[in-house]
């Protein structure tokens, strides 16, 4: 089993959609979370931290539930321009990042 | 461009041959990252360096894989004795650090090809 899985997709979504990923992990020690995009053949790009009380940014919104060692990421009216990878990362309190292989979204017009 | 720069973009090399690698980080970042990805994958951790330091090195990395950061700026990853399962695009990453909320930010890789 992978320490970070994610559904793969790939989700494809008309312009206006709600569309939601997630992510679990198994190391219980983990400490912080993020959500990265990547574009095709570009590198990843943070677009957002996780935080346990959940935190929004616009039209994303991100969970952690540490119980179940779940995160999540909503994605509101998806335009175009949301179309990429997006990659779910663990880190653990020494430090080191581990990636989930991601979940592609199509926004179609 | 003050980013983190990875160079070269693309190696071609054949088997059983060295190859090294060189990552710029971005100037104040004390944590450099290295990592390996492969089509349909997120990007696989190799090692970490805090500073000078080597901090951490993936169990999965083999004998065949070094890496420096001998003044704590740029660093270098050497692969020997390459193989057909090394393709892949080689990602280097930085980040303030230590703590661990620190963002880290991407070059844009070495896309190596194995013949």
């Known amino acids: 089993r992978k320490e970070v899985e994610q559904d793969p997709g790939p989700f494809n979504v008309p312009e206006g959609a709600t569309v939601a990923f997630n992510c679990t992990y198994s190391n219980s020690a983990s400490q912080s979370f993020f959500w990265y995009r990547q574009d095709c053949r570009k590198e990843p790009k943070l677009l957002m931290s996780v935080y346990s009380s959940g935190n929004e940014d616009g039209r994303f919104t991100a969970q952690l539930n540490r119980a179940s060692q779940y995160i999540s990421l909503l994605i509101r009216d998806s335009k175009l321009s949301d179309s990429a990878t997006y990659l779910c990362?663990?880190?653990?309190?020494?430090?080191?990042?581990?990636f989930g292989d991601g979940t592609t979204l199509t926004v179609k017009p | 461009d003050t980013g983190v720069s990875q160079n070269p973009r693309h190696k071609i090399t054949k088997r059983g041959q060295n190859v090294t690698f060189r990552c710029d980080p971005i100037?104040?970042?004390?944590?450099l990252y290295w990592y390996r990805q492969t089509l349909g994958q997120g990007p696989e951790f190799l090692t970490y360096f805090q500073n000078e330091a080597q901090l951490e090195k993936s169990r999965l990395l083999s004998d065949r894989f070094s890496a420096e950061r001998p003044k704590g700026s740029f660093s270098t990853l050497e692969i020997q004795r390459t193989e057909q399962g090394d393709s892949a695009m080689y990602l280097c990453?930085?980040?303030?650090?230590?703590?661990?909320?620190?963002?880290?930010?991407f070059g844009p890789g070495t896309r190596l090809t194995v013949l």
């Open positions: 990453a930085s980040s303030l650090g230590p703590g661990l909320s620190n963002e880290q930010f």
């Open positions: 990362v663990v880190n653990s309190d020494a430090g080191k990042s581990t």
């Open positions: 100037s104040e970042h004390n944590r």
